[in-house]
């Protein structure tokens, strides 16, 4: 019985602490529009229904092409930097590409926003997409979210593992 228990505890132990590393990586790979890059892949947590096709909840991984991949047609995923309803992250229908000579291509979508390449994320349409699981990130990359779930959890740990060793020692020197 304790054999099983304590495989269950390992199990117990060792998912907690994949999740934390992942919410610890993609915290820290944050930009300063609240989306964590990794190299050409960016994660952006759906967190309303204006970005069809996609749901409210979805967690979508968007990979950034090369500018000549982009087209008139193409769905993508885009940041305004100015916007002025302080919504940054965007998703819409290329119109227009032109293609300038000593500056990054333009894009014109039609939200009426002009955007170059730099502000570019990634196409929609080779975007992998996780339904649901980008409520249970922003839940755990929140601030109380984190706290609660991460940090409060790793120091009942550290704690604990510190009252093991002085109870241990405490039974090495009676002995």
């Known amino acids: 019985m304790r054999k099983i228990l304590g495989f269950i505890k390992g199990i117990i132990v060792s998912v907690w602490a994949l999740i934390a590393i992942l919410t610890t990586i993609l915290l820290i790979s944050y930009n300063d529009y609240s989306i964590s890059v990794l190299g050409k892949y960016s994660v952006i947590l759906i967190d309303d229904d ?3 096709p996609f749901n409210e909840g979805d967690a ?3 990979k950034k092409v090369s500018e000549s991949n982009y087209r008139a047609g193409d769905k993508a995923f885009f940041y305004l930097p100015n916007a002025q309803d302080g919504v940054f992250v965007n998703i819409g229908d290329i119109q227009k590409v032109v293609e300038a000579d000593h500056a990054e291509d ?3 979508f039609d939200k009426d926003a002009v955007v170059g390449y730099n502000d570019m994320i990634g196409k929609a349409d080779g975007a992998i997409v996780y339904h649901h699981l980008g409520t249970i990130l922003s839940i755990f990359e929140s601030r109380w979210g984190f706290m609660f779930l991460v940090i409060l959890p790793t120091i009942f740990a550290i704690v604990y593992e510190i009252y093991s060793i002085i109870e241990e020692a405490k039974n090495d020197e009676e002995d």
């Open 106 to 108: 333009s894009y014109y």
């Open 50 to 52: 204006e970005c069809k």
């Open 60 to 62: 979508v991984i968007v």
